[in-house]
């Protein structure tokens, strides 16, 4: 290249500057995915991969090039690259997964958390830890805007992740002393937070001890739940709190994170049917339109509903695309599908997240989903949950499900979700409303 005018120089430069950089996202890609997907923890930790030595070796010799100013912001971002490129390599290396489920509220959420409550042993896991957040931040005066929820989330998710408690006590009410509380939102729903290693001792009052399912345990020592916490091989988030999925994306792009989301959707009109009931002191207009048959369609309710079928489309979008920083790391899954085949779905959640699917784990999921095991040996795929979830058809007027269709139509487009086009159609559970789709691509 010396041989060279400056200004060919500058542009082989260039040219040189852009093949490495090819060279680098490629491998990056085609390394990472390899090392998360095909190999478990233990054959990670025996053969590493090898980073492009090429690629590295000639950005380490960047003296040379000091001269041409101009590429210097190129190289500066490659090296960043690469070094974050490296951190990866290690967090890939030592095989600890961070998966984070995202759900709405009536979406089958609790149950599905439960797939990885009951790992257990290398699992551990939080229901709704940012209830906390949302709670204080909308008490706050003046209330606050989406970004800042949105924020609030992320920073909390991420800490967690990473077994640090820190900031979300500063956001239970009433604040923890000592980094003791007694006021966890429903400590009991994770095993990890009901065991000795995280109970500070029972006090005499009765009103300190806190009730796990099977027994009581004095209140949560934080300090503690995080050494817990660090001993476990993995961590897994529930949450119906998050509104877009492309908020998460410093989660993916933190190298001591390996992050997995896995996105549970429901037929939005089962979840209206599911939300009149359980939440039936807010839904108190849908109530009416009930009786009335008319829904008015610029009710700040009807706004409402669509709002949150247009979040959850919007991420989902966001994830179907896959974006590269998404590669591997998105998986959506419809709630009756985990109802029709809760085995299956459950293999194919664990097989993504890059997680063994644990004996134990199986086992309750034979027990409270009742399958039947066959002749052959293999779990049925015939069960009862299947049955409840379709109970919103008979419950639910034709208008609703009307208005329903109305307002989350591109929704339920996109998950496959059949519209009705009748009191008849709705009711008659011969008809299938869902239609057979694929959405995770292995
Ligand atoms: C690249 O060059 C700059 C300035 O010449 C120097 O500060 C830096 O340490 C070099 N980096 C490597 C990896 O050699
Ligand atoms: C490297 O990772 C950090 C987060 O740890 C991120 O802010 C930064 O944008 C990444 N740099 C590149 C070039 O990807
Ligand atoms: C935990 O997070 C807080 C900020 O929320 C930080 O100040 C603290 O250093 C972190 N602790 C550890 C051990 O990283
Ligand atoms: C919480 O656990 C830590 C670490 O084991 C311990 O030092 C501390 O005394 C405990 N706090 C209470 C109030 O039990
Ligand atoms: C299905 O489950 C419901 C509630 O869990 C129960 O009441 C019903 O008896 C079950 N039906 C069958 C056929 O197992
Ligand atoms: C329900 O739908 C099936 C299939 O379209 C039809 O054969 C059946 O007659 C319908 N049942 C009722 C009660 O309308």
Redesign the pocket.
């Known amino acids: 290249m010396a041989l060279l005018h400056p200004r060919m120089r500058n542009k082989y430069a260039v040219f040189f500057v852009f093949i490495v950089a090819l060279v680098i996202i490629e491998k990056e890609n085609n390394i990472i995915s390899r090392v998360s997907d095909k190999l478990t923890p233990k054959q990670n930790l025996q053969t590493p991969p090898q980073p492009n030595v090429s690629a590295m070796g000639l950005l380490k010799h960047n003296s040379s090039y000091a001269s041409l100013s101009e590429l210097e912001p190129t190289f500066v971002h490659l090296k960043r690259r690469l070094e974050n490129y490296t951190k990866q390599v290690a967090r890939h290396r030592d095989g600890r997964k961070h998966i984070l489920l995202l759900a709405t509220t009536r979406t089958g959420s609790s149950f599905v958390g439960e797939f990885f409550n009951q790992q257990d042993r290398n699992m551990f896991y939080l229901y709704e830890p940012l209830w906390h957040v949302e709670r204080k931040l909308n008490l706050a005066a003046g209330g606050t805007n989406a970004l800042a929820m949105a924020r609030a989330y992320q920073d909390v998710l991420q800490q967690l992740f990473l077994c640090n408690f820190t900031l979300l006590e500063s956001f239970i009410e009433p604040p923890p002393v ?3 509380t007694a006021a966890l939102f429903r400590r009991e729903s994770s095993a990890s937070l009901c065991t000795d290693h995280v109970c ?2 029972v006090v005499k009052d009765v009103f300190e001890r806190y009730h796990c399912k099977e027994r009581s345990c004095g209140p949560l ?1 934080f ?2 739940a995080s ?1 817990f916490c660090l001993r476990k091989a993995h961590r897994a988030i529930k949450t119906v709190r998050v509104r877009q999925l492309e908020s998460l994306r410093p989660l993916v792009e933190d190298p001591r994170l390996d992050v997995r989301f896995i996105q549970l959707v429901r037929d939005p009109r089962a979840v209206l049917a599911s939300r009149m009931v359980a939440f039936s002191y807010k839904y108190t207009s849908w109530k009416q339109w009930e009786v009335t048959g008319e829904v008015p369609v610029d009710d700040d309710e009807v706004k409402r509903l669509k709002g949150n079928c247009d979040s959850i489309r919007l991420s989902a979008e966001v994830g179907l695309r896959r974006p590269a920083w998404l590669q591997r790391r998105y998986m959506l899954v419809r709630y009756e599908d985990i109802a029709r085949y809760p085995m299956q779905k459950a293999a194919e959640m664990y097989r993504f997240s890059g997680i063994p699917f644990t004996p134990q784990v199986k086992e309750w999921i034979r027990k409270n989903t009742q399958a039947s095991k066959e002749a052959d040996g293999v779990y049925s795929t015939q069960k009862n949950s299947s049955k409840q979830v379709e109970k919103w058809r008979s419950s639910m007027p034709f208008n609703l499900a009307r208005m329903v269709q109305k307002v989350c139509g591109p929704t339920m487009k996109l998950f496959g979700y059949r519209f009705v086009n009748d009191e008849d159609m709705l009711t008659n559970k011969s008809i299938s409303l869902l239609e057979e789709k694929v959405f995770h691509f292995p």
Do not use: L
Request: hydrophobic share 20%; aromatic share 0%; charged share 20%.
């Open positions: 000592a980094h003791v500070s001792p020592n300090t503690r050494e």
